[in-house]
């Protein structure tokens, strides 16, 4: 480790940020270093605190239970107003951000979240603002009609040109019907609403519906325009509208050499230098990061839009410390505030010296703090963010905050939250499976849960879903802030998506989230059929859901399962367990598509876990299955895993390690111990196995 005022950090971290990120930042190594030792120093102590006061809730609910206190919500409302889970609501505000992009202010779409240790991933997602309409729909199951095989089917081609047509039809309203068009620039004189059409690029036609761009490309020599009667090639959508790159829930990294590689990403998306090398088809190919988009005016008049995603980075929250910087008394540093530090200083390099933006053209830097748990941390996370902001010589406020909705007690708290940040916010959201995982832990000893697969009927999740969008309208985000829902976690189930996940936008969600750059632009036709403005318009004027609801835990009142509905359980919630751990200890794989326990792909990452580890511990507390029962589903699903990984050179059989492999102790730990995990956490445990396997080869 090497001294830098005091802290002893470690010697790829400080080439890091001494060869990499600090040049060209126009802050000094010495300032660097003076000013994180200064910052840890002050909030350190108090970061400990809230975290002591976690456990200290917890345990106080914890009896409550054990007791025989009420699980009736409004029971539940005045003991947690009692012992200050619950605080005073604010009086009625509007949050002030400043400088907020339009993506995030004023536009509705969808939103990427991708791991930051995956740069190929990284830069599908930056470059996924535009995507082909026609490629989303042929390459998924998004139509129904003759498989896509390695030569193009004419029979399916035409099945997705009509879907787009009829798409055209229902977005840019024209005299007749765009199936009968032959001359695209004749029917886009022809617009029921003339403002729609904006503008021309060098081979197509630029038009904007409900704030988003359709580019409507015609090259009569093209193998797909020849054949069209109106010499159309393709439609390109506006896609995804923001991405978050994830330094959390998404990736591995458990060290300081983790840490520097998910920072020089970060960095290199920053200065617009990553790339990725990879073999698709026998060829070698190079992805960087996609140019401006360059187009006339219908006057003549030359402008640009945005080419690629605006970029959120979600930091660590306020749980985890990191060994690539030890304090003074030789702990490690809390990681949220590294993280703090470092991706703002990369991210304020953006524009420096009157160079273009590559990241949005406000200035400002968008950060996501996770898995905060009230409105004191949200204020904490705002005087830290104060902090950086002094370092770096930067304005006030000009560091935005996303805070997600995804811990019981800031859902219960959200109007405190979000006042606590109302001059940098410009993001709340829900997420199923972390609050899902928060709540079966804070009324972990209430009794046993209803299964998994019914916690989505339960009441508390409707009133959560209800009271994030009521909340966040009450306190103005309309055109000013985002408003968000989770993510679409099936990739190869896109005729699913386009079905049922209108839902989001028709709640008023500005945006949701989707696993991959084809999922993002078919979601995108949800938001040219739905407009959220006119949703949001309407809800605003609704009752705020009741927080009774939302505290009414989702246990099973009589709980009378079968010995084979339990078995089904377990093996359920085993095989996703296992399926997502044994990648993220033995590959150091933080987010990946795994498959489920019909062999349907996933998109999983630790909220997926943290729900599966708890419902377990959650059975065994409470009697429903024993240890033994447990342990034997576990012994199923990792046979039905190995199974699943055997095609991967890479992957170690759990079962051909006799189940002593630290991948499967990981799981195990996961489950027994999961009752006294700080809120259900995965993390702990899973760094914990992660540190040992890279140790030990």
Request: glycine content about 8%.
């Amino acid at each position: 480790m090497i001294d830098r005022h005091g802290l002893s950090v470690a010697p790829a971290m400080v080439r890091f940020v001494e060869d990499q990120a600090l040049p060209g930042s126009g802050i000094a190594a010495d300032r660097f270093w003076s000013g994180m030792a200064d910052i840890l120093t002050r909030f350190t102590p108090e970061n400990i605190v809230l975290l002591r006061r976690r456990d200290a809730l917890q345990a106080r609910i914890d009896d409550w239970y054990r007791q025989g206190g009420s699980r009736d919500g409004a029971e539940q409302r005045a003991f947690l107003t009692e012992i200050g889970y619950l605080a005073p609501e604010p009086a009625p505000f509007t949050i002030d951000p400043q400088d907020v992009d339009d993506e995030v202010a004023r536009m509705a779409g969808p939103q990427l979240v991708v791991p930051i240790l995956n740069a190929r991933f990284l830069l599908n997602a930056a470059n996924a603002r535009w995507g082909s309409l026609y490629d989303a729909l042929y390459g998924t199951d998004a139509i129904l009609s003759p498989g896509a095989g390695a030569c193009y089917d004419s029979e399916r081609g035409g099945a997705v040109i009509r879907w787009a047509r009829d798409f055209l039809d229902d977005s840019l309203p024209i005299a007749g019907s765009w199936h009968e068009v032959t001359d695209v620039e004749a029917a886009a004189a022809t617009l029921h609403d003339p403002t729609q059409f904006v503008g021309r690029s060098d081979n197509g036609l630029l038009f904007r519906h409900h704030g988003l761009h359709i580019e409507i490309v015609v090259d009569r020599a093209h193998r797909i325009g020849r054949t069209d009667a109106a010499g159309i090639a393709d439609i390109l959508l506006e896609s995804a509208l923001t991405t978050i790159c994830d330094l959390e829930d998404s990736v591995a990294a458990v060290d300081a050499e983790d840490k520097v590689a998910a920072y020089a990403n970060w960095l290199g998306l920053i200065d617009g230098t990553l790339s990725a090398r990879f073999d698709k088809g026998g060829r070698t190919l190079t992805r960087t990061l996609a140019e401006d988009r360059h187009y006339a005016a219908l006057d003549g008049t030359p402008f640009t839009l945005p080419g690629r995603s605006l970029l959120f980075v979600r930091n660590v929250g306020h749980l985890m410390t990191t060994p690539a910087i030890r304090l003074p008394d030789g702990g490690e540093a809390p990681e949220g505030i590294v993280d703090a530090i470092v991706t703002s200083l990369i991210a304020q390099r953006d524009g420096r010296d009157g160079a273009a933006r590559r990241n949005g053209r406000s200035g400002s830097i968008y950060i996501v703090k996770p898995k905060m748990h009230g409105p004191d941390e949200a204020a904490f996370a705002n005087r830290l963010f104060d902090a950086v902001e002094d370092l770096f010589g930067l304005d006030r406020h000009r560091i935005k905050i996303g805070v997600m909705d995804e811990e019981r007690r800031t859902s219960a708290n959200l109007a405190a939250c979000i006042h606590a940040v109302k001059d940098r916010i410009v993001f709340i959201n829900t997420g199923f499976l972390d609050r899902t995982g928060d709540e079966i832990h804070t009324a972990m000893r209430a009794g046993p849960m209803v299964r998994k697969a019914d916690m989505k009927a339960t009441d508390w999740i409707a009133a959560y879903e209800d009271r994030n969008v009521q909340i966040g309208l009450a306190c103005g985000f309309a055109g000013r802030a985002q408003i968000g829902k989770g993510m679409w976690a099936a990739p190869d189930r896109m005729a699913d998506m386009l079905s049922q996940k209108t839902g989001h936008p028709m709640a008023g969600a500005s945006t949701a989230w989707v696993p991959s750059p084809t999922a993002a632009t078919l979601h995108a036709t949800h938001y040219h059929r739905i407009d959220v403005a006119g949703r949001q318009q309407a809800r605003s004027a609704e009752a705020l859901a009741s927080l009774d609801r939302l505290l009414t835990p989702p246990l099973a009142s009589a709980p009378d399962w079968s010995a084979d509905e339990i078995t089904a359980e377990l093996d359920n919630n085993a095989q996703g367990l296992l399926g997502y751990v044994v990648r993220w200890i033995d590959q150091g794989v933080g987010c990946s598509k795994v498959p489920d326990i019909h062999d349907i792909g996933l998109m999983e990452d630790r909220a997926t876990l943290r729900i599966s580890a708890q419902h377990m511990a959650n059975w065994l507390l409470h009697g429903v299955v024993t240890s033994e029962q447990i342990d034997q589903a576990l012994l199923r699903m990792a046979e039905k895993v190995d199974a699943q990984n055997a095609g991967d050179p890479s992957y170690r059989p759990m079962l051909g390690e006799g189940c002593d492999g630290l991948a499967f102790q990981a799981a195990r730990a996961l489950i027994f111990e999961g009752a006294v995990q700080p809120n259900g956490y995965t993390e702990p445990l899973l760094h914990r196995y992660r540190q040992r396997a890279k140790t030990e080869g």
